[in-house]
C-alpha cells in the first residue's frame, strides 16, 4: 500500500503516546485512521463523527483510558 506522510495536531497526551509506542503499533494506528478517513469521504460524514461513533463503540466495549494506554504499550 503506498502512504504519503501528513500532519496531525493532536493533544499532548496522544502524541507522547503514539511517539513511545513500537513501530508496529503506530502502523496499525496509521492503518486504522486512514482507513476511518477514506470511509468518512465516501460516507460524507465528518471526522468528527466517525472518531466520536469509534470512541462511543468502544467505551460501550470496555475500553477505558486506562486499557487503552495498556494495549498501547505492549511488547
Known amino acids: 500500500m503506498e502512504t504519503k506522510p501528513i500532519t496531525l495536531y ?3 497526551e496522544a502524541a507522547r503516546i503514539f511517539e513511545t509506542v513500537s513501530i508496529e503499533q503506530r502502523r ?3 492503518a486504522l485512521l486512514s482507513l476511518k478517513l477514506t470511509q468518512a469521504n ?3 460524514r465528518t471526522l468528527e ?3 466520536s461513533e469509534i470512541s462511543q463503540t468502544a ?3 470496555g475500553l477505558t483510558p ?3 494506554d495498556s494495549i498501547l504499550h505492549e511488547d
Open 42 to 44: 465516501r460516507e460524507k
Open 28 to 30: 496499525k494506528i496509521e
Open 49 to 51: 463523527e466517525i472518531m
Open 66 to 68: 486506562e486499557i487503552l
Open 10 to 12: 493532536v493533544n499532548p
Open 59 to 61: 467505551q460501550e466495549r
